[in-house]
């Protein structure tokens, strides 16, 4: 099935509407082809009761392939790593020949999952402020300095036709081992981070800073959590039916893969430190952009151990980033 889905991409030029060249990063749309699977090869594998209030509503995870699917609006829609105004959602224009996947949810999954990862160089100053609002589609105008959407767009496109599918008209993302955040508070009592389900697109896009140790892996504690009396009835609405041989979840790879990420968000977790020098800051960023560039679509432990040597360079001593990020280099190696 081809339908169009919508990408945020970025230029430096003039527009239809608008005879200021400046750069600014603006909606785009990519035609994309989309594998059809039958309903009978999706099995269901968790289902928790926390139905999507998105119109098309679904609180189950399913096995196809040797992978986890969700429904494409149900990524990342309680603890995610990117904020702002562009994952409001608002109902947009219906996507020929499916139930869900709306424009407006295609931006929404855009801007969680990849924000500005996929831009070949970081957005300007100015760019930051951009509210979703203030959006517009692409139309470049006749004086164009220079235009990133073709290798964007080829990104975008290469990862919905490996990671998204369609069954009975409704699209699904491959995500990432499903698990349940628990939500932590500071002294006052105030909630620091959110609770909720974290079901991450496939390769950790849009994977939310968090201490995944703590990220219960649908377990009896989150059981306990959400439903206190479920062990006097001997069952729960909460169902978890792993898939056979899934690949061991690993709290530290996947925060630290996390932290690597989230480097080329809006408000990623460098822009929080202070004590190092920007010269730095700046040479280390630009070393990493260039790894996330060439090497995004196999992070490995061997990526994350070069990477991990310039984001120690990032991050200030005493920080959380910095503790996590010596963890990993630290980790307990094996020797066969």
């Known amino acids: 099935m081809k339908i169009d889905i919508q990408f945020l991409t970025l230029f ?7 005879y200021h060249t400046k750069e600014r990063y603006v909606w ?50 309680s603890t995610r790593g990117l904020k702002g105004s562009f994952g409001w959602v608002h109902g947009g224009n219906a996507t020929k020949g499916l139930k869900n996947f709306d424009r407006d949810h295609q931006r929404q999954f855009s801007w969680h999952a ?37 290798e964007i767009e080829a990104r975008v496109r290469r990862y919905c036709e490996e990671n998204i599918i369609v069954c009975e008209k409704l699209a699904y993302c491959r995500i990432d081992t499903p698990c349940y955040a ?7 009592g105030k909630r620091n981070s959110p609770s909720g389900r974290v079901f991450t697109p496939y390769g950790g896009f849009g994977d939310p800073v968090i201490d995944f140790a703590k990220a ?15 062990r006097d009835r ?7 039916n792993p898939i056979e041989d899934y690949p061991d979840h690993d709290p530290l790879f996947r925060r630290t893969r996390a932290l690597f990420f989230d ?24 070393v990493l952009k260039k790894l996330w560039l060439e090497r995004y679509q196999s992070i490995d432990e061997d990526l994350l151990d070069e990477a991990s040597e310039f984001m120690l360079l990032l991050a200030d001593e005493g920080s959380e980033a910095r503790a996590c990020i010596e963890a990993w280099v630290d980790r307990p190696m094996g020797f066969f």
């Open 216 to 230: 219960e892996i649908t377990t009896e504690r989150w059981r306990d959590i959400r439903d206190k009396k479920w």
């Open 12 to 18: 430096h030029g003039n527009t239809k509407q608008d």
């Open 263 to 286: 480097l080329f968000n809006q408000n990623g977790w460098q822009r929080s430190q202070r004590l190092v020098q920007k010269a730095k800051r700046a040479e280390a960023f630009s």
């Open 28 to 77: 785009a749309s990519t035609e994309v082809e989309l594998e059809e699977v039958p309903a009978r090869l999706m099995e269901v594998v968790l289902r928790d009761a926390l139905a999507s209030d998105m119109g098309v509503s679904d609180d189950k995870v399913y096995a196809y392939d040797g992978h986890y699917w969700a429904l494409v609006e149900t990524t990342n829609e």
């Open 114 to 150: 990849f924000g500005f990862r996929f831009f070949s160089r970081q957005p300007c100053g100015h760019a930051f402020a951009t509210q979703g609002s203030s959006m517009r589609n692409y139309r470049p105008g006749d004086n164009i300095q220079w235009d990133d959407t073709p």
């Open 234 to 240: 001997g069952s729960s609405a909460l169902f978890f």
């Open 182 to 188: 628990i939500g932590s508070r500071d002294a006052t």
